[in-house]
């Protein structure tokens, strides 16, 4: 649903300057918070009391949140395309209204007690296409599209100690990021690519067989894209439907790892198509349909 | 990568008991925390050793936590098929190990100062099948399955107020949930479906007409498959073979939508294929190949 607002909040970022000019207002301790006065700051010079009203509405959203006795709340950046969690900080009313002004996931450090935006220094900055709340109001995500790696060690993202690994005494193994079923698929697949130079003994995988023999893969693509086809014409039964689209799904992502394709990329295809009205328009326009 | 491990880590679960006897031995102050000892009591009959190996093993990975000042770290709950952030709580080192013997997601309650599993009252337990640390290990990723709506609200995850809908005067609509990608453009397909009933002027969506001509639609999903084979066949560039995955995707979802089959129970099938080693011995099983 983030895709759909990207059209209709353009006016809210033309709306607001990229870097405004947010006064430092409040006093952050160690045990306590005090938001001395409300004095956001934007620049406009086209359209002030557009931008005063929305100061206004600004600053109701931030009366909403339960911040804590800190004046903070649990940020979690994550990757729009992916759905992969980024990382996880502290905001405090400045932090998320400096989110919502220049879009780029901005958090407070609680060591350095100063503002941060995630990428002020490495340039891999988080642009944020919405902001949600959770139902205590004490719990936010920035939903945005990393510019590159996220973590300060290079990592695409902060989660690569995983935990049952350590337990199992696999701490030895290089890092291991915390992947959902697609990117923990393509990440199967992506390892049997990097194994085809290893003569191998015995039966070879089925990623290993459609990996190096594309004829065969192209035919499967092609028989299963037919056999998804024939679960609607035949009205075959919706764990039917489920398995094809399965098969659809995994032959094509071996297709998309021999042309070195992540469904990244795919999906940051499909949200753009969506934001600028969609593979309607693109069809229309090409004369397709 | 949580998937692959599923399976070497069926020793861990078997040597747990799934409810442990876990001695409520923490202290939890309103400032302070004090850890008056460490005796997780695990049960087991069969192996006393190998468990008490790994109590110790826990312990260890415990003590590489960085909990705050009050013994808390921020945990978050993520579907492994759909990545979306179910909801965030905090942990303290009871609710980990808890998490870890019993893979229920286990939290520390601060406003009722008790551990807490979610789904104790309401049976919508999150079965976790990895865990994960940041690089500061001070945050949590508890990866898994719901096995309903999380929210007490019975949404489905906590995160369905967005900030940007209240800024534009949007809050009268219904819940918007924090949706990546893929689901933002299954929830627009299904938004369009439900729309078929409703007379439209104009020049219809794309995806209302393929939604209404079952043979419009097979005959593209059959064809963009072709097309996609076709980049690899013919040696297209990446960004044709990304584009043409795309259009797959999107169009199969079309059919998706028709058949009432959610992506999440696509995905979950690849899950469990991949887990029970994979869809190359389906393949081998059946001699498809």
Not at 126 to 138: E, G, S, T
Request: proline share 3%; aromatic share 8%; glycine share 4%.
């Amino acid at each position: 649903m983030a895709i759909s607002h990207l059209h209709c909040l353009q006016s809210v970022r033309v709306s607001f300057p990229c870097h405004p000019s947010v006064s430092n207002n409040y006093y952050y301790g160690r045990d306590n918070f005090t938001r001395k006065s409300i004095s956001l700051v934007y620049a406009s010079t086209n359209n002030l009391d557009r931008d005063l009203h929305l100061q206004s509405k600004v600053e109701t959203v931030l009366d909403s949140v339960k911040w804590d006795n800190r004046g903070l709340a649990v940020a979690i950046a994550q990757n729009v395309d992916t759905g992969a969690i980024l990382m996880q900080g502290f905001a405090n009313r400045e932090a998320v209204a400096t989110t919502v002004s220049s879009r780029k996931a901005t958090f407070y450090s609680r060591s350095r007690s100063m503002l941060w935006t995630k990428g002020e220094t490495s340039n891999n900055f988080i642009n944020v296409h919405d902001i949600f709340l959770d139902c205590d109001r004490d719990s936010i995500i920035y939903l945005g599209k990393p510019d590159g790696p996220t973590c300060h060690t290079g990592s695409e993202t902060c989660y690569y100690t995983p935990v049952f690994d350590l337990l199992e005494n696999q701490q030895d193994k290089e890092d291991k990021l915390a992947l959902t079923t697609l990117y923990s698929l393509e990440s199967t697949i992506a390892q049997r690519k990097g194994e085809l130079e290893v003569p191998q003994s015995g039966k070879p995988s089925w990623t290993r067989r459609l990996l190096l023999d594309e004829k065969l893969l192209c035919s499967k693509i092609r028989e299963e894209a037919d056999e998804l086809c024939r679960t609607l014409e035949d009205n075959e039964d919706k764990p039917r439907a489920a398995s094809e689209m399965a098969d659809v799904l995994y032959h094509a992502m071996v297709l998309l790892a021999l042309k070195d394709v992540k469904m990244e990329e795919v999906l940051d295809i499909l949200r753009r198509r969506f934001s600028q009205s969609g593979i309607e328009e693109k069809r229309s326009r090409n004369s397709q349909a």
